[in-house]
């Protein structure tokens, strides 16, 4: 069975700009979260869908937003990216449900300049 | 409350045991996990436990879970240089939200 693929793997982009980031879960996964990783903060929870429908949220600005499609795939976009963007997006595939076990992808590196 | 605590740095022999601590607050959380993450990776899920269980071993690893005290530990047994990574504990919140702690560095010593 494939582990969790994120897409691309590295990532520059320019202070405001705006980036897609693409996550495919373990096949049979309907549970798709997305967190981001900084030296500072460490790893923060951004938002998780489940079944094309966001169910919970981290407290992130409104530039950060996503999406699920009907094959579990996920999108998350920054808009007007900021310096403080800079970081490790990290995305976790669960099966169903509630609290069932997490896996994790290898994660995009995302660097604004 | 998310606020999950780790100690931040642990140095051991390799051959050695190596024991991790983690301090959790939310007492509702029905799985604890272990992840470890190495130099430029994801996070690798190592072993998790489920809050009604008191200890959990899954080959060198061994997990203690006190619940009156919310803490969890990671003992690594015969501690070997490839487990020489940064070791996440983690705690669910609702609907598959994990809050994290800040991470231990555990350095193997050849």
């Known amino acids: 069975k494939a582990g969790v693929t994120q897409t691309p793997r590295y990532l520059i982009k320019t202070r405001g700009q705006q980036v897609t980031l693409s996550c495919s879960p373990i096949?049979?996964?309907?549970?798709v979260s997305w967190y981001q990783q900084t030296p500072g903060q460490g790893l923060q929870f951004l938002f998780e869908?489940?079944?094309?429908?966001?169910?919970n949220k981290g407290n992130f600005p409104g530039r950060f937003s996503g999406r699920q499609f009907s094959n579990s795939r996920s999108e998350m976009n920054v808009s007007t990216l900021e310096l403080g963007d800079s970081a490790l997006y990290l995305c976790?595939?669960?099966?169903?449900?509630?609290?069932?076990?997490?896996?994790f992808g290898q994660g995009t590196r995302l660097t604004v300049v | 409350g998310e606020d999950v605590e780790q100690s931040l740095f642990l140095s051991v022999r390799e051959g050695d045991s190596s024991v991790i601590n983690c301090t959790y607050t939310d007492s509702s959380s029905t799985y604890l996990y272990w992840y470890k993450q190495e130099p430029g990776a994801g996070l690798q899920l190592l072993t998790y436990i489920f809050s009604n269980m008191d200890m959990k071993q899954d080959q060198r690893l061994t997990v203690l879970l006190n619940k009156k005290d919310k803490h969890l530990s990671l003992r690594i047994a015969d501690t070997q240089t490839g487990d020489s990574a940064i070791y996440f504990c983690a705690e669910t919140l609702r609907r598959n939200r994990l809050a994290f702690g800040k991470g231990n560095q555990v350095v193997v010593i050849p």
């Open positions: 976790a595939s669960s099966q169903l449900g509630e609290d069932t076990e997490a896996f």
């Open positions: 096949s049979g996964h309907r549970s």
């Open positions: 869908y489940f079944s094309e429908t966001q169910r």
